[in-house]
Structure formats: structure tokens, C-alpha cells
């Protein structure tokens, strides 16, 4: 009985290390894509006016193409039946962008922020939910 609670146990504390491995793999990625999205996002709304919905659209997309393929490679080593997963992976996003644009809404013209740290709140906001999403449905293995 003790030796099966010890594997039982054992195996759990694996499972925890190479979920929380995984975490900070997706975190790593997170920080590359926002560094892309707030880059970009940057660049269209501050530098050349561009409305900040349709540039957190444009932003958001090539963030999220960033990170398929990054959370692909990297983070989850799971790179079968990519088209399948890049439309799980982007739907789930699709879900973050309309949450995301939503709460830009909310924070800039409703709360009168600053859209750079409306951007960085709302991206934080999404990402979290979007990790547990991914990794149960995106990139689970069989």
C-alpha cells in the first residue's frame, strides 16, 4: 500500500513539474509575443494614428501566429496535425481578442486610460485563461 501511495504521489509531482515547466515555457513565449503585439500596437495606434481596435486586431493576429508556432516548438514540442491545432490555438485567441477589445473599450474610453497600459492590462487579463484553453485543448497529446 505504501509503495503504491509513494508512485501514486511520485508520478503527481511529475505531472506538477511538467505542468509548471510548461507554464514558464508558455510565459517565455507570452513575453516574445508581447514584445511583438505591444510593438506593433505601438507602432500603428501612437506613431501613425491608426484606431486602436483595428490596430489591436492587426497586433493581436501577428502575436498570435507568433506564438502558435513558438508554443508549438517550444513550449508544448507538439508539431502533428498543425493546421488542425493552428485553428484550435486561433480560435481560443479569437475568443482573447474579443475579450481583449472589449476591455480596451471599457479601459480607454470608458476609464479614460492610457491605451499602452489599457493594451498591457487586457493582455495580461487574457493570457492566463488562455494558457489552461491551449494546453486541454490545442496542444493536449493522446
Do not use: C, F, P
Given at each position: 500500500m505504501r509503495t503504491m501511495i509513494s508512485r501514486m504521489s511520485s508520478s503527481y509531482?511529475?505531472?506538477l513539474n511538467s505542468d509548471t515547466i510548461k507554464f514558464v515555457k508558455y510565459g517565455?513565449?507570452?513575453v516574445l509575443g508581447l514584445v511583438v503585439d505591444l510593438g506593433i500596437f505601438y507602432l500603428m495606434n501612437k506613431m501613425l494614428g491608426i484606431n486602436y481596435a483595428v490596430t489591436n486586431v492587426v497586433s493581436s493576429t501577428l502575436a498570435i501566429i507568433h506564438n502558435f508556432f513558438w508554443n508549438s516548438y517550444f513550449t508544448f514540442r507538439v508539431t502533428d496535425r498543425m493546421f488542425r491545432r493552428f485553428l484550435s490555438f486561433y480560435v481560443i485567441a479569437l475568443f482573447g481578442l474579443a475579450i481583449g477589445t472589449g476591455l480596451l473599450a471599457l479601459f480607454i474610453d470608458g476609464l479614460k486610460m492610457d491605451?499602452?497600459?489599457a493594451k498591457l492590462i487586457s493582455v495580461f487579463?487574457?493570457?492566463i485563461s488562455q494558457f489552461f484553453f491551449n494546453k486541454k485543448l490545442t496542444f493536449r497529446t493522446r
Open positions: 509531482i511529475r505531472s517565455m513565449v507570452g491605451s499602452m497600459l487579463i487574457v493570457a
